[in-house]
C-alpha cells in the first residue's frame, strides 16, 4: 500500500517553549547577571524543549506504525502485525501535552486534543499518539491491519 506520512507541528508546545526561551535569554539575562550559569542553564532547558517537541511525525508502511517527535531523539514504532485495531479519539484536557502515562497506556503528543490510539493483540496497554488528522491515519492502519489478516487466513 506504500508509506505514508504525516506531520503535525507542535503549535501549543511552540507557543509556550519559545516566548520561555527568549525571555531566558533576554530578559531574565540581567535579573541573573550575577549567576550567569542559572539563565543559561533554564534558556537550555527550554531550547532542547524546544527541538524535542517542535513537530511529530507519524510514518506509517506496510509492516510499520512509528512515529518521532522533533528532531527524531524519541521515537516509537509499533509491527501492523501486533495491533489489534486503531481509533481516532479525542483526548481530555487532562490527558495534555507531551509524554506521559495514561491509566490505559502512554499517550505522545505536541499539540491539541485529537490523537489515534492503537490497541495490541498481546497487551492491555494502548498508545495515544497525537495528529491533527486522527481519521484518516486511523482508516489508513485500519486498511493494512485488515490486508494483513486477509493475508494469514490464505496463508492457513
Not at 517542535?54 to 522533533?70: A, E, H, P, Q
Not at 479519539?89 to 491509566?103: A, E, P, Q, R
Amino acid at each position: 500500500m506504500g508509506t505514508k506520512k504525516f506531520t503535525q507541528f507542535g503549535t501549543f508546545t511552540v507557543a509556550i517553549m519559545l516566548p520561555l526561551f527568549l525571555l531566558f535569554t533576554g530578559v531574565f539575562k540581567s535579573v541573573f547577571e550575577n549567576s550567569p550559569d542559572t539563565h543559561i542553564f533554564l534558556a537550555s532547558i527550554f531550547m532542547i524543549c524546544l527541538l524535542l517537541f517542535y513537530k511529530l511525525t507519524i510514518i506509517v508502511d506496510n509492516v510499520n506504525v512509528s512515529f518521532r517527535l522533533g528532531i527524531g531523539l524519541i521515537r516509537k514504532s509499533y509491527k501492523i502485525a501486533d495491533i489489534s485495531s486503531c481509533t481516532p479519539v479525542t483526548n481530555s484536557i487532562f490527558d495534555g501535552i507531551g509524554i506521559h502515562k495514561l491509566s490505559n497506556g502512554w499517550i505522545y503528543n505536541v499539540s491539541g486534543l485529537k490523537s489515534i490510539e492503537l490497541s495490541f493483540k498481546d497487551r492491555f496497554s494502548t498508545i495515544r499518539i497525537g495528529t491533527n488528522r486522527p481519521d484518516e491515519i486511523s482508516d489508513y492502519i485500519t486498511r493494512l491491519i485488515n490486508h494483513n489478516k486477509s493475508l494469514g487466513s490464505k496463508g492457513v
